[in-house]
């Protein structure tokens, strides 16, 4: 089992940038694939971009792509994402994610362990 605890959120202008933490309790760290979602008030959970567990295989929304970069760090039990030129509709609530495997995984219904989400607002 895996805990996860997500920081790094908060308020910042549009075109800015952020980067997201998610700490991960336990020695299996590098067992689990990784992914961060993210939701919107009103609106379902929606990926946002995945890692697997030796961290050479990305997958991103198109939403995202070029703007966003997923990363983690084995030895550090951590997940990142860091996210450049931020618009408004990146306003949300990011979840990381943690499921055993070694592949990467777009489907939140895939991930068995959750974060307690951090907020994120993009002002225009």
């Known amino acids: 089992q895996v805990q996860l605890v997500e920081s790094g959120g908060g308020l910042v202008q549009a075109g800015g940038s952020l980067r997201l933490s998610c700490a991960a309790s336990g020695r299996t760290f590098n067992l689990y694939a990784m992914g961060w979602f993210r939701q919107a008030p009103g609106k379902e959970r929606e990926f946002v971009a995945a890692i697997n567990s030796n961290g050479r295989v990305r997958y991103y929304a198109e939403s995202v792509k070029g703007r966003f970069t997923i990363s983690r760090d084995n030895a550090e039990n951590s997940l990142y994402l860091q996210m450049n030129s931020l618009k408004p509709e990146d306003t949300a609530v990011y979840y990381c994610?943690?499921?055993?495997?070694?592949?990467?995984?777009?489907?939140?219904?895939?991930?068995?362990?959750w974060g307690q989400g951090t907020q994120v607002t993009v002002s225009s």
């Open positions: 994610a943690a499921e055993r495997g070694m592949s990467y995984y777009i489907n939140a219904a895939e991930y068995d362990y």
